[in-house]
């Protein structure tokens, strides 16, 4: 997975700049998927390099209220990253009518699949992934991923048709 | 319970908050109203959710396991964040909106809780009323955190669990995206087979008093709890349904109890006594003095603007030059007492630590505060302690009467007895003596009720040139000692509840009986919105920790 593949997904949202905020979230969330923005929004600001205005990152260990606004420095390279496997974990979540969070998704995926292209035509994005076969969960989820919801995910990964459609038009395609 | 809250916030008379499973924390301007009211009831919310729900009650047990322990606390915390805060963010601005009308800019300053709140309006477009919609976002936040958690804990025990334990549909935040794909159908389903329910069972008044466009007022009248509460269950046991069918493990409305309760016992057998609070009983939640209690219980003010204010202790100093720096530049000599872990809290001491000579075994330390320059910030504040009540007696012969002299005991103080003896007479020779409030009032209002005292309340407003605060004085022996809450108004509405609550008929409220301490209570207040770090109700324990 290379981060310049989220190039074609940034241009068919038409998100131009290098921060992005709560906007261009939702619209790259419409291009790949019809699930309620907010929580594509919500998985995508568990990023690492997720900013703040008062240079304060996302409090550690309680709730609070505060009136700080934050973005996404896209020339950070884990960010762009993160971002690339949000989406690609929205797209999956719909196209594969998954009972599953895009947060935990995004986590998992990468163990199952490979992304082998991503390509913007008239038509949509066109995700072109490639399925890894039967794998164990890595070890880095082992804490925190369910083995049963690990087993349906790739259950329902390697009985997926060849080509799926996209919401905001395109495709899935599996290998 | 949030509709008692409600009533308790509009019954009569760039802030920001933080709750931990300890307690919450409020640093409310005091310029806005509408908007601290947001933030003291978006705080209560969180509270409110983690203390009746499983999830909650892994929480409360996972933020205070010693050691490696405790670290599933961060990864529990993360899974439940978007539910907590959804709620909290609905329930608290359609409930100061009740109060204060349509407050539709006041998220303006928390432009992250925007979208939060628009989702949850969105999600609860086609219930009706309300009431209604606050209880649906709550049966709809309550269904989220009733999972098999505390199941899976006891399972496996307290330190080998891991989240991955729990299916993600399983998870608070799952659930509510869940919901949230679902859309709006589902909460209008649920309502109207809830709105049948209670037709059915209960006079058809209850529903009549939650109109669309309908006075949140009217329909949380205590008349109409049970009716409510039937209305709140039906709901969540539609919404139930519909999760289970999406393949959730799900627990019923109180499904969470049995689980509680042996997790807690799991807990006593491995580590002891951690601090946990016995949840309130469903008959508690609707006894607002009760209520009342157990948010003042978890609320801190912070009134120092974040960090506790810097102290000192100032070097031995015979007792005219004590006067003297006291003096300075005020009209007024206030002389504070504290116990020393209380001290220990409120400020930050050189070294990060409460000066040897204050740790004496004693009892509470007494000592006068010298501002250094309070027009500046980072200004230190200073301590001239007083060792006796001689000192006390000395002091207040040099000061001769210049202006007032107050003494202002935190009712913590007052747990040393002997220490109390000891001191009480040079305290009340000395001028008038305020006890600030610093501990939970179940500690001394029914004592109050039990022996018939009268008691007489006094709530005032205080302002300065950047704020407005408020405060409740109240008096059980005709006003020889003054009990003070520094605080805002919903704080000291909810003591002014809780004390009504409690002593019923002994209660009065007399303006005019704070005619002989009008020149101290006012330099008091300002005194300690001027040097007290915080003011909170759990110095004896309970609530907050200190980190």
Not at chain 2, 177 to 185: D, E, K, S
Not at chain 2, 336 to 360: I, K, T
Request: with cysteine.
């Amino acid at each position: 997975m290379t981060t310049d593949e989220l190039d074609a997904i940034l241009a068919s949202a038409n998100v131009k700049g290098s921060q992005i905020q709560r906007t261009e979230l939702e619209a790259i969330c419409r291009s790949v998927c019809a699930i309620p923005a907010a929580e594509f929004i919500e998985a995508v600001t568990q990023a690492p390099g997720l900013s703040w205005d008062d240079g304060q990152t996302r409090p550690a260990g309680y709730f609070e209220i505060h009136s700080r606004h934050w973005w996404i420095d896209m020339s950070d390279a884990g960010n762009r990253q993160h971002l690339l496997a949000v989406t690609t974990a929205a797209a999956l979540v719909d196209a594969l009518r998954l009972n599953f969070s895009i947060s935990w998704v995004t986590r998992v995926w990468p163990a199952v699949l490979a992304i082998q292209s991503i390509s913007r035509r008239d038509d949509g994005l066109h995700l072109g992934l490639v399925r890894q076969g039967v794998t164990p969960i890595p070890l880095n989820l082992a804490a925190s991923v369910n083995p049963s919801d690990y087993a349906d995910f790739t259950k329902a990964v390697d009985g997926a048709p060849a080509v799926l459609p996209l919401e905001g038009g395109g495709t899935i395609t599996f290998t | 319970m949030t509709d008692h809250l409600a009533r308790l916030c509009f019954d009569g008379p760039g802030s920001s908050g933080s709750y931990t499973t300890h307690a919450f924390s409020l640093r409310l301007s005091g310029v806005r109203q509408p908007l601290d009211h947001v933030v003291y009831l978006h705080e209560v919310h969180h509270a409110a959710l983690n203390d009746v729900t499983a999830w909650g009650s892994a929480l409360h047990v996972y933020a205070r396991l010693p050691g490696d322990a405790g670290q599933q606390f961060i990864p529990l915390l993360d899974a439940c964040r978007t539910t907590h805060e959804s709620l909290a963010t609905f329930a608290s601005v359609q409930i100061a909106s009740a109060r204060h009308g349509a407050l539709d800019g006041v998220l303006a300053a928390y432009p992250s809780y925007v979208p939060l709140y628009e989702a949850a309006v969105h999600l609860l477009s086609p219930v009706q009323g309300p009431n209604r919609r606050q209880l649906m976002a709550n049966a709809l936040a309550r269904l989220c955190m009733q999972t098999p958690v505390l199941e899976e804990i006891a399972a496996v025990g307290l330190g080998t669990f891991r989240l991955a334990a729990i299916r993600d549909i399983d998870r608070p935040d799952a659930r509510w995206n869940w919901f949230a794909r679902q859309g709006p159908a589902l909460a209008g389903v649920a309502a109207a087979a809830a709105d049948r329910a209670l037709v059915t069972n209960f006079d058809r008044a209850t529903l009549d008093s939650d109109e669309s466009g309908g006075d949140l007022y009217t329909s949380t009248d205590r008349s109409h709890d049970e009716a409510w509460d039937y209305w709140e269950a039906a709901a969540y046991e539609r919404l139930r349904a519909a999760l289970s069918a999406g393949g959730a493990r799900t627990l019923s409305f109180n499904g969470h109890q049995d689980g509680s309760a042996a997790l807690l016992a799991l807990v006593a057998a491995e580590h002891g006594d951690i601090g946990l609070r016995a949840a309130m009983s469903g008959e508690q939640r609707h006894n607002d003095a009760a209520l009342a209690s157990s948010v003042l219980q978890q609320v801190r003010h912070d009134l120092s603007g974040g960090e506790p204010y810097c102290a000192v202790l100032l070097p031995p100093a015979g007792i005219a030059q004590v006067a003297e720096l006291a003096g300075g530049d005020g009209d007024a000599m206030i002389v504070d007492a504290r116990p020393a872990e209380r001290l220990a809290a409120l400020y930050r001491w050189p070294g990060e630590a409460l000066p040897e000579r204050l740790r004496v075994p004693g009892g509470p330390v007494v000592a006068v505060r010298v501002l250094t320059d309070h027009r500046e910030p980072g200004s230190v504040i200073g301590h001239a302690v007083l060792e006796t009540p001689d000192d006390l007696t000395a002091l207040s012969g040099f000061w001769n009467g210049r202006g007032p002299l107050a003494v202002c005991v935190s009712a913590s103080c007052l747990a040393d007895r002997g220490w109390a003896k000891r001191w009480l007479p040079a305290f009340t020779s000395a001028g008038p003596v305020f006890v600030l409030v610093d501990i939970e009032p179940d500690r001394f209002v029914p004592a109050w009720a039990r022996d018939g005292r009268n008691v007489t309340v006094v709530g005032l407003d205080v302002s300065d040139t950047a704020a407005r605060r408020t405060a409740l004085m109240f008096t059980a022996d005709a006003g020889t000692i003054w009990w003070l809450v520094v605080a805002d108004d919903v704080t000291v509405r909810l003591m002014a509840e809780y004390l009504r609550g409690q002593l019923g008929s002994l209660l009065s409220s007399d303006a005019q009986s704070l005619r002989a301490v009008r020149d101290a209570m006012t330099a008091l207040v300002s005194h300690l919105l001027a040097t007290e770090s915080f003011t909170s109700f759990d110095a004896l324990g309970g609530g907050h920790d200190n980190r």
